[in-house]
């Protein structure tokens, strides 16, 4: 239970960015003692982007890593767990370039942490201080928690912001039937113990990230050629 009583409304907030079209980032902003923050999506399928920053120094820290190709999103997404770092600017065998690239900026201590949903691998928040700070096991726990949310609304955005996605082709083409796509979400939602909602979002996301349709996946679970409680096991499988 977060000790911050600004959790709630953040969890709030986050929760409804989708449809409210609201910021992703300051959510963290409430609850957390850092000073920028920046919500990206990381490699395929999604690309390497910026899905937003709170000001100038978290958008750069974004792009210094996607041109470089290393830092501490890339490790916080690859090894799904949340990684620190008290001088990004400091000499660091883990990313020699993305450290040199940071001897200018103002960030000093930073904290990423993995988006990801099911085996899918979506991509990271990056936080920040100005000065030497940490986090206490409180607040990763709260970051941690904001970021599992943060993960569905970035995964609602990237499907809902493609023009013409394979799962909304088949959704609408003529003779679609919902009936294996109800019944594979209920299969998703036992395997993994997660809600409806979380359970139908997974199918898309899984169906989008590999190019199929809705319908190809959810015949697919519904025939147990495909098994989201392994997937869920193995986090080192991506999409």
Do not use: K
């Amino acid at each position: 239970m977060s000790e911050n009583p600004a959790f709630g409304a953040a969890v709030e907030d986050l929760s409804q960015a989708f449809e409210r079209r609201t910021s992703l980032c300051r959510p963290f902003l409430r609850v957390l003692p850092v000073h920028g923050a920046a919500v990206s999506t990381l490699g395929a399928p999604f690309g390497s982007e910026t899905i937003c920053a709170s000001d100038d120094t978290a958008a750069r820290l974004d792009e210094l890593q996607f041109d470089l190709g290393e830092g501490p999103c890339w490790d916080a997404m690859t090894s799904r767990r949340p990684v620190f770092t008290a001088d990004a600017s400091a000499a660091d065998p883990r990313w020699p370039l993305f450290a040199q690239a940071m001897g200018e900026s103002e960030a000093l201590s930073l904290f990423a942490f993995p988006l990801a949903l099911g085996s899918l691998n979506i991509g990271a928040v990056d936080l920040y201080t100005l000065g030497a700070g940490t986090l206490t096991t409180v607040q990763v726990d709260d970051a941690i928690a904001l970021s599992s949310i943060c993960a569905r609304q970035v995964l609602r955005r990237s499907i809902a912001d493609q023009s013409s996605t394979p799962g909304e082709q088949d959704q609408h083409s003529d003779g679609f039937s919902r009936r294996e796509v109800h019944q594979a979400t209920g299969m998703v939602l036992a395997q993994l113990g997660v809600s409806a909602a979380d359970a139908l979002l997974i199918i898309n996301g899984y169906a989008f990230a590999r190019g199929r349709t809705v319908r190809e996946v959810a015949a697919d679970i519904v025939a147990r050629r495909i098994d989201f409680a392994e997937e869920w096991s193995d986090p080192s499988e991506t999409l």
